[in-house]
Nanobody, 124 residues
Framework: QVQLVESGGGLVQAGGSLRLSCVGS????????MGWFRQVPGKEREFVSAITWSSGSTYYTDSVKGRFTISRDNAKNTVFLQMNSLKPEDTAVYYC?????????????????WGQGTQVTVSS
């Protein structure tokens, strides 16, 4: 399994931007579909975005389309989530995850490895 560590979270005003990073170790992230999920207390973990290992196809939940961009730097074994035009409803703990699969990538159960999470707080 790959070990994942997220960073880049913080407090930002509505309309602002943050870039989350997820660094992998132990295995190369280019061999995995990489996903970002988020969770708020009392709710289920929600899919945000994913990028597949095979074709580099990207997926987004509807609420972040046009605002968030997922990318990967294989040389740095890192996946990024650029978040622009942030809204208070984006406030959550964001998790990076790695999957061996290229299909059904919106499902948390498809992911084998998870990071510890990074808090994103958007103030109004």
């Amino acid at each position: 399994q790959v070990q994942l560590v997220e960073s880049g979270g913080g407090l930002v005003q509505a309309g602002g931007s943050l870039r989350l990073s997820c660094v992998g170790s132990g295995r190369t992230v280019s061999s995995y579909t990489m996903g970002w999920f988020r969770q708020v207390p009392g709710k289920e973990r929600e899919f945000v975005s994913a990028i597949t290992w095979s074709s580099g196809s990207t997926y987004y939940t509807d609420s972040v389309k046009g605002r968030f961009t997922i990318s990967r730097d294989n040389a740095k074994n890192t996946v990024f989530l650029q978040m622009n035009s942030l809204k208070p409803e984006d406030t959550a703990v964001y998790y990076c995850a790695a999957s061996r699969y290229n299909a059904l990538v919106r499902r948390p159960t498809r992911y084998d490895s998870w990071g510890q999470g990074t808090q994103v707080t958007v103030s109004s």
